[in-house]
């Protein structure tokens, strides 16, 4: 029986190229069962006029199709569905299947979901005015040449990393340039086995809480703060106790007596931008050799220091060990990499390893050696340098239409960053703000989220400019203060 051209139609909306799609169309109705084994295909040239396509963009599918056992080619007669072709499993949802009789809030609860999160929608670029933390603009990724490393990563001299399991170890290549290249920017000195790579900075924060608190204990983090940190923190059992942070940051003498562990960002306050003067991080790390308590820094943003250059790290004075270093690529390369480190004394990276190892083995090692060539052929440096120039240029706009709508900057950096915490009036709640603004295209964050909830106050809010343009920052810090100015935005009653 053969398969009529009239079968297979294009869709505006599919997200590859027209090759990619009709591959898709013909797997997909293998798998599904419309197309069974023996079948035969339309000619290239049948298909190719129904479609509007050139016959070399069918023949190429076919033959891609032919190599996944999806299709035979049988001489002049044709393509053919492989009688060994892949299919879905052949059975029936019955109704069972669609009953849940379990209690899952008395047998799980809400012990990890009951932590609030800052909404951000998936569709942000679809927004005129994004101004949301965090996001990378493609505008400035060096797509070229990532796309060039990940190739020769998957290469046949890499295949070992590629298809391997390190079980605990991870890329000895991407370990090294972490090691030479990006940690002495930061002062630090380490050795291989002092360094463990993470699913990201979150990850990295999670093995740290889980190791240092596991039994419980006191910890000590920032308000406002991450709000990612108060969720480990809270999820494994510590007694989370929050300490105000002013204009440059956390004040050591605040902390509270008994504390285990301090979670802290120095260098870029999160989410105030404030950098912790050198006198307050001896005095940190005086009264933590004193009181023997450990140190876990958060560095995520140390690359975006275009003002000045960046201080030096807190682990970088760290002279008994007692500085956990936590760095992340995702500011300076994407969010979605999720690939961050941890650096350590030796004992402490031999139980993070071996906690990783429990839950995820490694990071992929295609992404770390794609991460590797991209460090050693220089790109990383130059990307670095075109996000820096064009932060501050977005920086400085930004500023000035601030200045000009009459907003009030509450936290301000001196040494960059990526973004503006905002202080409204009294009255008003940013969470309705966000709300107004959303339906206007603009996109704020609200700041209650960084706030312990207890005493979080409503008139706070964060704009960042790493993924808007620099055209489009005065007309949408215009409409925010437009919006400011209108009534109705009051939580109160």
């Not at 295949?159 to 991407?174: A, G």
């Not at 030479?180 to 999670?206: F, K, V, Y």
């Not at 809480?209 to 990612?228: C, H, K, Q, S, W």
């Not at 995702?330 to 906690?355: D, M, Q």
Request: net charge neutral; charged share 20%.
């Amino acid at each position: 029986m053969s398969i009529p051209a009239e079968s297979f139609f294009l869709s505006a909306g599919f997200n590859g190229t027209l090759q990619q799609q009709i591959q898709h169309m013909i797997a997909d109705g293998i798998l599904r069962g419309r197309f069974r084994p023996g079948e035969k295909l339309p000619s290239s040239r049948g298909l190719a006029q129904h479609l509007g396509v050139s016959r070399i963009t069918v023949t190429l599918a076919y033959t891609e199709l032919v190599s996944g056992d999806y299709l035979t080619a049988r001489g002049r007669s044709g393509y053919y569905v492989s009688d060994t072709a892949p299919i879905q499993p052949n059975f029936v949802l019955g109704d069972r299947l669609r009953r849940d009789s379990v209690d899952w809030e008395r047998i799980v609860g809400r012990r990890f979901s009951r932590h609030e999160l800052p909404a951000k929608p998936h569709d942000w670029h679809s927004y005129a005015y994004p101004f949301i933390y965090g996001q990378a603009d493609p505008a400035l990724f060096d797509h070229q040449n990532w796309r060039q490393c990940a190739l020769r990563a998957l290469g046949r001299r890499d295949l070992d990393i590629l298809t391997h399991d390190f079980y605990e170890r991870d890329d000895p290549m991407l370990i090294e340039y972490i090691m030479r290249s990006i940690l002495p920017r930061r002062g630090i000195d380490a050795r291989p086995e002092q360094i463990l790579l993470t699913m990201g900075a979150q990850n990295a924060l999670w093995l740290a809480a889980g190791i240092l608190l596991d039994r419980g204990g006191v910890a000590a983090m920032e308000n406002p703060g991450f709000y990612g940190v108060r969720a480990i923190l809270n999820q494994c059992g510590a007694e989370v106790v929050p300490v105000d942070v002013d204009e440059y940051g956390l004040p050591p003498e605040a902390l509270p007596d008994g504390v285990a562990a301090v979670f802290t960002t120095p260098s870029h306050h999160f989410p105030t931008n404030a950098t912790m003067p050198l006198d307050r991080r001896t005095a940190l790390l005086e009264r933590a050799e004193r009181e023997d308590f450990i140190v876990v820094e958060d560095d995520y943003e140390f690359e975006m220091s275009f003002l000045k250059p960046a201080s030096p790290a807190l682990k970088s004075l760290d002279g008994g060990g007692r500085v956990i270093y936590v760095g992340s690529f995702s500011k300076s390369l994407f969010p979605g990499l999720r690939l961050g480190y941890l650096v350590a004394s030796e004992p402490f990276i031999r139980e993070a390893r071996a906690l990783r190892a429990a839950m995820l083995r490694h990071p992929p090692g295609h992404i770390q050696r794609t991460v590797a060539y991209f460090l050693a052929l220089g790109h990383y440096d130059a990307l670095v340098n075109r996000l820096n120039h064009a932060y501050k240029r977005r920086r400085t706009t930004m500023g000035e239409a601030i200045a000009a709508n009459g907003l009030e900057i509450a936290g301000q950096g001196a040494f960059g960053g990526s973004s503006f915490w905002m202080r409204g009036p009294e009255s008003v709640d940013t969470d309705l703000l966000a709300g107004r603004l959303r339906e206007r295209g603009v996109l704020i964050e609200p700041g209650r989220v960084f706030f312990a909830p207890a005493t979080a106050p409503r008139n706070y809010y964060r704009i960042a400019y790493s993924s808007i343009s620099q055209n489009r920052i005065p007309d949408g810090i215009a409409l925010i203060a437009e919006a400011i100015g209108q009534a109705g935005l009051s939580g109160a009653g």
